[in-house]
């Protein structure tokens, strides 16, 4: 189901922000290997919580991805995270969650970005004082 929301994600990327073919094929591996490590672990993009990321980018480096690499990787996939939370149409990301109420998606979706925006900030290879290896 994730497809379908990488190739969104990237119509966007392209249409609104200009990116390069280069750029997209690159998110596009990023995102499809993101989806990948999560569905080992029986998690999705919409459960995935700070320790799955985490341990996402410690498996990068384990198979000798450069930090720069990595930094790339996390970018796109907070991106990626925020077109989710607020690109998507609620109703879509409420049916995906399975929520019979829209209030729960609306809090689920506020509660997901602000998680996001601390894990960036506090693990984000370029952020200040960040350690992507705490």
């Known amino acids: 189901m994730m497809d379908r929301y990488i190739e969104s994600f990237l119509?966007?990327?392209?249409?609104?922000?200009?990116?390069?073919?280069?750029?997209?094929?690159?998110?596009?591996?990023?995102?499809?290997?993101?989806?990948?490590?999560l569905s080992h672990r029986g998690a999705s993009e919409l459960t995935a919580d700070a320790d799955a990321v985490r341990d996402w980018l410690a498996d990068q480096a384990a198979r000798g991805m450069a930090p720069r690499t990595q930094a790339r990787r996390l970018s796109c996939l907070g991106q990626f995270h925020a077109f989710l939370a607020g690109g998507a149409d609620l109703r879509v990301v409420q049916a995906m969650l399975g929520h019979a109420d829209i209030a729960t998606t609306e809090i689920y979706t506020h509660v997901q970005e602000d998680?996001?925006?601390?894990?960036v900030q506090n693990h984000h290879p370029l952020a200040k004082g960040a350690s992507i290896f705490r």
């Open 115 to 119: 998680r996001l925006v601390r894990l």
């Open 11 to 37: 119509e966007m990327m392209a249409a609104e922000r200009g990116a390069e073919a280069n750029t997209l094929d690159a998110y596009r591996r990023d995102l499809e290997d993101y989806q990948e490590f």
